[in-house]
Nanobody, 123 residues
Framework: QVQLVESGGGLVRAGDSLRLSCAAS????????MGWFRQAAGKERECVVS???????AYADSVKGRFTISRDNARNTVYLQMNSLEPEDTGVYYC?????????????????WGQGTQVTVSS
C-alpha cells in the first residue's frame, strides 16, 4: 500500500503562483512512476506531469514552462510549483502512483491516489 497526501491548494488570481505538495508513505519505491493529475468540473482527469523520483519528468504541453516539479527524496515528498496560473488551471489536483513504465498519462495506469486538493484560479 502507498499513501499519498496532497496539500497546498487554494484560491488565487490569474498570474499568481501556488505550490502543491504530495507526501508519500508506505511501500514506495524509487522505480515507481508518479503523476500529478487535475480534474475540472465536468471534464476528464488530465495528467499534468508524469515523473519518477530519480528526476525523469514529462510535462503536459499545457503547463510546460509554467509548472515545475521538485523532489525531497529524504522526505518522500514532491512539490508542484505552479506559476502564471490561468483560470483554465482550475480543478482538483491529485497525486498518484503507478508501477507502469515511465512515462504514462493514463489515469487507469495509476493504482494509488491521494484525496486531492482544490485549486481555483479567478480571472
Amino acid at each position: 500500500q502507498v499513501q499519498l497526501v496532497e496539500s497546498g491548494g487554494g484560491l488565487v488570481r490569474a498570474g499568481d503562483s501556488l505550490r502543491l505538495s504530495c507526501a508519500a508513505s508506505g511501500r514506495t519505491s524509487t522505480t515507481d512512476t508518479m503523476g500529478w493529475f487535475r480534474q475540472a468540473a465536468g471534464k476528464e482527469r488530465e495528467c499534468v506531469v508524469s515523473f519518477r523520483w530519480n528526476g525523469m519528468t514529462a510535462y503536459a504541453d499545457s503547463v510546460k514552462g509554467r509548472f515545475t516539479i521538485s523532489r525531497d527524496n529524504a522526505r518522500n515528498t514532491v512539490y508542484l510549483q505552479m506559476n502564471s496560473l490561468e483560470p483554465e488551471d482550475t480543478g482538483v489536483y491529485y497525486c498518484a502512483s503507478s508501477t507502469v513504465r515511465f512515462p504514462t498519462k493514463v489515469p487507469s495506469d495509476y493504482i494509488y491516489w491521494g484525496q486531492g486538493t482544490q485549486v481555483t484560479v479567478s480571472s
